[in-house]
C-alpha cells in the first residue's frame, strides 16, 4: 500500500470517526463548597454538573450519625433540600445520580455549621 493511499485511507477514517466521546456526567461544583464551615444552615445544597441527571438517592447524616432521607430536583444543577434545624458540627450528604447515558455516578458532599466536628460516616 502506498504511502499516499494510506493517507487517504486515514483522512476517511476519521472523517466518521465521532469527535466527542460520550461520558458519564461529572460534578463540577457544589454550593456550599465541600468542606465548608457556614454560620447558618443553609435551606437547599446546590450540585451542578456538565450535564443533566436525575436523581436515585440523597441522605443526610448529622452529626449524631443518624442518616436521613432528603429531596432532590433532576436537571444540570441539583437543589437539595434540607431538613429545618440542622445541628451544629460536620454534616454528610451521599449522592447518586443517573447522568443521560443511563450510568449511575455518586458522591459526597461534607460541610458543617457553626463548626467541624468529628468526621461523619459515609452510608
Same mark, same amino acid.
Given at each position: 500500500?502506498? %504511502?499516499?493511499? *494510506? ?18 456526567? +461529572? @460534578?463540577? &461544583?457544589?454550593?456550599?463548597?465541600? &468542606?465548608?464551615?457556614?454560620?447558618? %444552615?443553609?435551606?437547599?445544597?446546590? @450540585? *451542578? !454538573? ?6 436515585? #438517592? ?16 433532576? =436537571?444540570?444543577?441539583?437543589?437539595? +433540600? @434540607?431538613?429545618? %434545624?440542622?445541628?451544629? =458540627?460536620? /454534616?454528610?450528604?451521599?449522592? #447518586?445520580?443517573?447522568?443521560?447515558? $443511563? /450510568?449511575?455516578? =455518586?458522591? &459526597? @458532599?461534607? !460541610?458543617?455549621? =457553626? *463548626?467541624?466536628? $468529628? &468526621?461523619?460516616?459515609?452510608?
Amino acid at each position: 500500500m502506498t %504511502a499516499c493511499l *494510506r493517507l487517504v485511507l486515514l483522512v476517511i477514517l476519521a472523517a466518521f470517526t465521532p469527535s466527542v466521546v460520550l461520558a458519564h456526567a +461529572q @460534578l463540577l &461544583s457544589t454550593e456550599p463548597a465541600d &468542606s465548608a464551615v457556614l454560620e447558618m %444552615a443553609p435551606k437547599t445544597l446546590t @450540585l *451542578r !454538573f456538565n450535564e443533566p441527571v436525575s436523581p436515585l #438517592r440523597f441522605t443526610l447524616v448529622g452529626p449524631d450519625g443518624i442518616a436521613v432521607a432528603v429531596e432532590a430536583s433532576g =436537571g444540570t444543577d441539583i437543589a437539595v +433540600q @434540607l431538613p429545618p %434545624a440542622l445541628a451544629t =458540627g460536620t /454534616h454528610l450528604l451521599s449522592w #447518586r445520580v443517573v447522568s443521560i447515558d $443511563g /450510568h449511575p455516578i =455518586g458522591g &459526597s @458532599l461534607v !460541610f458543617s455549621i =457553626g *463548626r467541624a466536628t $468529628g &468526621s461523619a460516616a459515609a452510608e
